[in-house]
């Protein structure tokens, strides 16, 4: 069953502690995109990669970072430099075959105490 | 900065009317402006895009509008129905740098 899995969808931490996100595909994509989605806003680019050992600061990079070691996964870390980490993270794809299609995980809302 | 914006946050229209949500996007090398509808809870779902050397596309019950001149980009949906009820984006990409990047959004609202 091909797609993009986000785990977990709710995740709660305490301030001050870093915290992984996870996003897996097995669409064969090769770009991948980290957006930040705050209540009643819009989605704002954080970090993106377009091929593996490769990736980019998008608009709202500080206090995030990501790896691409596998085509399949690109993780985002929330750090504590991350002032206001509470929202709804999503991860999307998109294949350089059908250039504006982005394909979304289901999301994971982050809540720090 | 890039920036993709729209006029209204949310519209509210009667089932049946045709709708149109309109941006303002400020990047004039994108190549590709696109739309997005995103239901509650879920991602965003792409609905239908345009290349910058064209003025409107159209797609099933959908068309987008673009205009260059005062960089405007619309979507217009005919005969709205219910399950057209979501916010909706409008994005822009460079395909160079492969760079996605959304709007704030509009809250389409349909009403029986």
């Known amino acids: 069953d091909g797609g993009i899995t986000q785990s977990p969808k709710y995740l709660f931490r305490k301030e001050g502690q870093n915290v992984t996100l996870s996003c897996e595909q097995n669409?064969?994509?090769?770009?991948m995109y980290w957006y930040r989605q705050d209540p009643g806003q819009g989605l704002r680019l954080i970090y993106y990669s377009q091929i593996v050992n490769d990736f980019q600061k998008g608009d709202i990079a500080e206090g995030y970072s990501v790896s691409r070691e596998k085509k399949e996964s690109f993780p985002l870390t929330v750090t504590s430099a991350q002032k206001n980490p509470t929202a709804f993270y999503l991860c999307?794809?998109?294949?350089?075959?059908?250039?504006?299609?982005?394909?979304f995980g289901q999301g994971t809302r982050l809540t720090v105490v | 900065g890039e920036s993709v914006g729209l006029h209204l946050p949310t519209l509210s229209v009667q089932e049946g009317d045709n709708s149109i949500i309109n941006c303002a996007y400020s990047n004039s090398a994108s190549d590709y402006f696109i739309w997005y509808k995103q239901e509650s809870g879920k991602g965003p779902q792409f609905i239908i895009d345009?290349?910058?050397?064209?003025d409107k596309r159209q797609g099933q019950r959908v068309t987008v509008l673009l205009n260059k001149t005062v960089k405007h980009l619309s979507l217009q949906i005919a005969a709205t129905q219910p399950g057209d009820s979501a916010v909706y984006f409008c994005?822009?990409?460079?395909?160079?740098?492969?760079?996605?990047?959304f709007g704030t959004g509009t809250r389409l609202l349909v009403s029986p």
């Open positions: 999307a794809t998109r294949t350089r075959t059908r250039n504006t299609e982005a394909f």
């Open positions: 345009i290349r910058s050397n064209m």
């Open positions: 994005a822009e990409m460079n395909t160079g740098f492969q760079k996605l990047v």
């Open positions: 669409l064969n994509h090769d770009a």
